[in-house]
């Protein structure tokens, strides 16, 4: 069987859409169907279960996606040891990441280390943690960034603690004040973000034993910040969120101070490819330059 073919397979798996699929691939769509088909007739089982609304796995498909995505795995290592071995240090690196890290640090961190690596090409996934981490234990993507307390089974190598802020409306009566303590929060509307709201902010909370007021419950970091801009209530939010933003409310300290620690993340005890490898160093050197 052409591996080839197994890529196409997963691509259909994850568009469940075989027009979807073979646009994105630059096939047709006969051609992705004969593939498909192929394969079934190969295997001796159906793979697809096709409807008028796409395509979805059969119970067996669901049992080869995760053979298939291995195979695809380590013959893209062993070429990337072949190009290594050549000094080329070519292939295709899959990174993860939470909104901020995607928006503040990936961007720098790629051109840079594209001047060291041009021949790298990079796919990226943006999502929560509990997205990237399950990229990562499905080996969808070769690492993560993270947060420490979303970590589970990973090996995590923590690279910078992030402050953990209160935002207030402009105003507030508490905004005169040098510091918002923790337990001041139980009186207050609070507005639940996206980023970290069942990891980070979370944790801030339980360990404070604060139950807080909770008004609105929104899954965009920026949809938080404008609501408190509008005097709907506060939140807490993580100091990367707000770099380069401008009016959005008050910024105060917490009392106690808190952080989060922004890592990244790999799968125990799998080959990390040359590419990944030389990503997750230059990554820690790029992280200790941060101020």
Known sequence: MNIDN???????????????????????????????????????????????????????????????RELINRDEQLHQVADEIKGIR????????????????????????????????????????????????????????MSSVSIKHLDFHPLKDDRMLALLPENHPLAKRDALPLKEITNLDFIIPGEGSKYDIG?????????????????DDYAAIAMVRNGLGMTIVPE??????????????????????????????????PACRAFLDFVRVWANGLA
């Open 6 to 68: 197994y890529r196409v397979f997963l691509r259909v798996a994850k568009t469940k859409n075989i027009t979807a699929a073979a646009e994105q691939l630059g096939y047709t769509q006969s051609g992705v169907s004969h593939i498909i088909a192929q394969m079934e007739n190969e295997f001796g089982f159906p793979l697809l279960i096709r409807s008028k609304m796409g395509v979805r796995l059969t119970h067996d498909g669901e049992r080869m996606l995760p053979s298939m």
């Open 90 to 145: 070519s292939g295709k690196l899959r990174v993860g990441a939470f909104s901020s890290v995607a928006t503040h640090w990936l961007p720098q961190i790629i051109k840079e280390f594209n001047l060291f690596y041009p021949n790298i090409e990079f796919d990226i996934s943006i999502g929560t943690y509990e997205t990237i981490e399950d990229l990562i234990a499905d080996e969808e993507i070769d690492c993560g960034f």
């Open 203 to 219: 944790h801030i909370l339980a360990d404070a034993g604060i139950s807080p007021r909770v008004r609105f419950t929104v899954s």
């Open 240 to 273: 990367l969120i707000l770099t380069g933003l401008h009016d959005t409310g008050h910024v105060m300290e917490l009392h106690p101070a808190c952080a989060r620690t922004i890592g990244i993340a790999t799968y125990p005890n799998i080959a990390i490819s």
